[in-house]
Every structure is written in C-alpha cells, then in structure tokens.
C-alpha cells in the first residue's frame, strides 16, 4: 500500500506546511505530559502521528478512526510503536467497555459529526470516574465569522456557549485553554498562570499591551466528574515553534510570489504606456493624415463648384446668342449653302 495518505483538508497528514501543521502537532505535545503512564484512547485519530506521539509518555495508546484505509495506514506505519494500537470505530458508537480508559483525547473531532450527543457520552462512558478528556474545536466566532472561511467537511461548529452546554452535564470540571497560531502556535490557560504571561500588543490601534490572549481560534478542554482530577492539572503556558520554521517560510514564498507578481505588473504597466505611447502618436499622425485629405477634398469641392458656375455662366450666353439677330443671320445663310 501507499505509505503516505492524500492531503484533502478533511484530516491533516504528516507533511502538510503551514499553519495547520503548527495547530495539530501543538495540542498533541500538550496533551502529552497530561497521559504519561495512562490507558489512552485517541479518538478520530486520522493518520495516527498523534498516537504515536501520545504512545512516548502513555502507558498504552488505542487510536480509533472511522475510515478503514486510514486505520490500516497507521497500523502499517507505526506497527514498531508496542504500546499503539489501532481500530476502526465510529465515535458515537465505541466498540469498548465501560471505564477503559484513563484519558481519552480528541482533536478536531466533534465539529465533523452530527451526534455531537452521542459522541460525548461514549466518551464519558469508556472514561473511568477519576479520567481526563481532552478535546479541541474550532471557536466558530474566530474560525468562521470573522475569517468568512466555509470548511465543506464540518458538521457543526461550536460557540463556546454551545460547546460548554454540551460537557457540563457529562463533565462536571473543566480548564480551558486557547489556541492561537501566528510564526508559533500558543496555548494558554483562561485563568491564567502565575508562571507566565502574556500580553496582546497592536500597533495599529496603538493602546497598551493587554494582559492575557482573548482570542482563541480554537478551545482545548480538560474535562472530568472527578473535582481533584481536574484540580490536579496546573495551569500552564504552552508555545510551540519549529526548527524548520515552516509558517515563516511560507510567509518568504508567498511575499516573494507577491514581489516577482509586483514586478511584472509594473514590467507590463511600462510596456502598455509604452504602447500607449506609440498608439497616440500614430493616431495623432492619422489624425494629421484626414485633416490633409480634408483640406484637399474642400480644395476639389471648391473647384467644382467653380466649374458648375462657369458652365451655367457659359449656358447662359450659348442662349442669349441664339436668340440675337447675328444667330438667325448666321442660320438663314447655312441654309442658302
């Protein structure tokens, strides 16, 4: 089988650039530190790199996904990871028992399904009473309303009004973070941390740094109906940048596309005045050309109509002859002939 999955935009692949590969592989190392020695279930796991990442600190990790030529590439890929496993499942419907696991992560996941409903209460199932959920969505205000961006393969996305209506009656505790990427993605707790901060500065608008970042893209929740398992998790900051520095070089690529499209429009704007330049003075000379034959035509009128005169003057005396005496004088002798 092919070892590599076609990038179409409904579940990210190793290798993609830009800023979906700072989103994805950011909320997986967080998550990370959060399982370590735990019975962990990956839900809509896609292409498994998250799992497998997952499976370094875990004590086990099952990912689960509902495509199966998806599961059978992440069983090929990372068959060498023995505490991973893979199945095909449908997240409304897991083929496992009750308190199964200790965590259970999912990213990306419910804004693609429909029995967002379901889906939370099998994760609240298979969870065991003192386990942690880990999930993100997109924050519909920022992803969607104020980009206009239309993603075809989300069912349902999520106000964080909605999103925390769904948890609260399965998940009595929760955390919230935000995840924002820019040059680097960053993930921070909403109630804040003693051991970092962070201010959102804009030039634009010219005011002074603000305390904290209230403009998450999307939400990552840590959720339990255990009150100390969620006390237990200290907040924290989280920034991600890598080495490859993918986002800032895409930013290179485009803003020199930008650059060389700049430079052939101006190219191409001096060839047009150019060209416009050359129009001009050949209608000017054509211009020049009709005002010449103008003035020769009004020439040729003129002496037409200087003709015509003289012919009707020239008429006028033929008759003025024909009628005198020396006319019939003339007549009466070419008749004696």
């Given at each position: ?22 989103e ?39 990912g ?52 967002q ?12 009473s ?131 499209i700049q ?18 003075a ?7 050309l ?12 003129s ?24 006319w ?10």
């Amino acid at each position: 089988m092919n070892d590599e999955l076609e990038m179409t935009g409904e579940r990210f692949v190793p290798g993609a650039a830009g800023e979906i590969w700072y989103e994805h592989w950011h909320r997986y190392l967080f998550a990370s530190p959060l399982v370590a020695g735990r019975e962990v279930l990956d839900v809509a796991c896609g292409e498994g790199y998250g799992s497998a990442l997952l499976a370094r600190s875990a004590r086990r990790v099952t990912g689960v996904d509902v495509a199966s030529d998806v599961v059978a590439h992440a069983r090929a890929r990372y068959a060498s990871h023995t505490n991973l496993t893979f199945r095909e499942a449908d997240c409304a419907a897991l083929p496992f028992a009750d308190a199964s696991f200790d965590a259970v992560v999912s990213f990306e996941t419910i804004e693609h399904v429909a029995a967002q409903q379901m889906f939370l209460d099998e994760v609240r199932r298979v969870l065991r009473s003192d386990g942690i959920f880990i999930l993100s969505c997109p924050n519909k205000v920022e992803y969607s309303d104020k980009r206009g961006v239309v993603n075809a393969f989300h069912v349902r996305e999520l106000y964080r009004d909605e999103l925390s209506a769904l948890l609260a009656p399965r998940f009595e505790h929760s955390v919230w973070y935000g995840q924002r990427p820019s040059f680097y993605s960053i993930l921070w707790p909403e109630s804040g941390t003693a051991n970092a901060e962070i201010f959102e500065v804009s030039e634009a608008l010219a005011d002074a740094p603000a305390p904290g970042h209230g403009r998450p893209l999307y939400f990552i929740v840590i959720a339990s109906s255990n009150a100390d398992s969620v006390a237990n998790v200290v907040p924290r900051l989280s920034v991600l940048a890598d080495r490859d520095e993918y986002l800032y070089r895409d930013y290179e690529n485009v803003t020199r596309a930008v650059e060389a499209i700049q430079k052939q429009c101006r190219e191409g704007l001096a060839e047009l005045r150019d060209e416009i330049t050359k129009l001009r003075a050949g209608l000017a000379h054509a211009q020049a050309l009709v005002a010449e034959r103008d003035e020769e035509i009004a020439k040729l009128r003129s002496g037409l109509a200087h003709a015509e005169a003289l012919l009707l003057k020239r008429g006028a005396e033929l008759e003025r002859i024909r009628g005198s005496w020396l006319w019939r004088r003339i007549g009466f002798l070419l008749k004696k002939i």
